[in-house]
């Protein structure tokens, strides 16, 4: 069968490799369209190189812009890839802009959708990324589900029959190149300056913290009162955001960097002695390494995380300050992501639901 897959933005170029690997091995036909979403090199490129993915088939190259203009783009041009390709299933990968539209897209041309990622809920309506995921799984013929939770939600919104639990498709990438990462020697990426357990990795970029001043400037001298240094890997847009506020990402504990590429993010993770972050996926990679994270949120679609004790949310500088010093949380075995087979379990339910 032919899968086409739309991704766009970083999280989704690396569940894509898992994705692209478990295409090939089943032996359907696989078509990549990237939308240009993401369009830096930092947040773009780099995945497709380091985790060996096909170059994409059709580049659609919106880039920025607000939601409406940014998913508009999607949705204007994706009829034609559609029409072109003809494919079996429409794979899209949670959350985004790029997402929502290539469902609707898909499903107004007829042709099936699945959704991995399906069920997750943060149930805050305010987070574009809310929208995103319910209207997605509506208008989904399969939702592939990470997590029982998921699946429950699922349930509650009527649609059981449509779901299948698969496991969480970073989970396989994560283990693979924490494996290659340890095998390497892990050395820090960020340099002999932060020395082993003795810095905080950071990533900041949801618009809830980053969109208003006032709120972005709370969150930065939370972090410049850390303890050890914060080391910040900037997406594009939290920079964006405190130039055009005249804010210094460069205050007490916290240093800035640009975006690592994934096997050093992985490392750096592994070097430090705690994340703090306002990522979906970092929260969960934290976790999967066991490493403790600091959750700059009020909520979180990945609550096994934080049910295990890996995971606290914080807002506030004393929460944050008090969640980033807490004692290292007690071991688990624990397994809510799957055992790293996830991308195959996907591929197979696709296969048997919809070809
Ligand atoms: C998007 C997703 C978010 C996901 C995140 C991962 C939506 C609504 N949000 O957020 O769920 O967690 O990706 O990173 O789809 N920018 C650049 N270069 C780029 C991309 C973005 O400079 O390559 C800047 C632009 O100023 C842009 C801003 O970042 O306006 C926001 O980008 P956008 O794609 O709208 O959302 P993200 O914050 O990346």
Redesign the pocket.
Known sequence: MKIMSVV????QFVKLAPIAEAIAAAGHEHIIVHTG????PM??DVFFRDLGIPAPDAHLGVG??T?GV?TGSILAQMDEVLERFSPDCVLVYG?????LAAAVSAVKLHFPVAHLEAGLRSFNREM??EH?RVLTDHAADLCLAPTEVAMAHLAQEGLAERAVLVGDVMTDVLYQVRDRVLASGGANPLGGEFQPGEFYVATI???ENTNDPERLSEVVSALAQADKPVVLLA???VR?KADEHGISLEAGALTTRDPLAYPELIAAVLASSGVITD???LQKEAFLLRVPCTTVRHETEWVETVALGWNVLANTPEEITAAITRPTPGPTDATPYGTGHAAGAAVAAISARIA
């Open positions: 766009g933005a970083r999280p979403q993401h369009y830096d947040l773009s920025s812009g939601h940014q959350d985004t802009n790029s997402t574009p990324e995103n970029h949801r618009a997406h594009p847009r964006a990522s979906g996926g």
